[in-house]
Nanobody, 124 residues
Framework: QVQLVESGGGLVQAGGSLRLSCSAS????????MAWFRQAPGNQRELVAVIRSDSSRTANTADSVKGRFTISRDNGKKMVYLQMNSLKPEDTAVYYC????????????????WGQGTQVTVSS
């Protein structure tokens, strides 16, 4: 059974930091591209950052997070992370982990597997 389980969300003040983690099971993690998406109330789900299986290409897709958010992975631990710094109230959303063998499918918002999401709330 394939599972992606996010953790690390919570309430933080503006300017603070959080590190989200996503643990994968049931897949050969090292060959999957991984990504973080987010969805705020009333908004569509948007791609935040994506990383290839070998970490050769990392894209912080949302312009609003460039220079503040960093995606990374540990293939040995089957984990993907999202380090979020200088958080803003507009970063408030449910953050989802996603996996797919195809980098382009993830970028297109159509991954093979979604996690259940973790809430991030940034207070002003």
């Amino acid at each position: 059974q394939v599972q992606l389980v996010e953790s690390g969300g919570g309430l933080v003040q503006a300017g603070g930091s959080l590190r989200l983690s996503c643990s994968a099971s049931g897949i050969i993690f090292s060959i999957y591209s991984m990504a973080w998406f987010r969805q705020a109330p009333g908004n569509q789900r948007e791609l935040v950052a994506v990383i290839r299986s070998d970490s050769s290409r990392t894209a912080n897709t949302a312009d609003s997070v460039k220079g503040r958010f960093t995606i990374s992975r540990d293939n040995g631990k089957k984990m993907v992370y999202l380090q979020m710094n200088s958080l803003k109230p507009e970063d408030t959303a449910v953050y989802y982990c996603a996996a797919d063998l195809s980098f382009s499918k993830i970028v297109a918002g159509d991954p093979f597997k979604w996690g259940q999401g973790t809430q991030v709330t940034v207070s002003s």
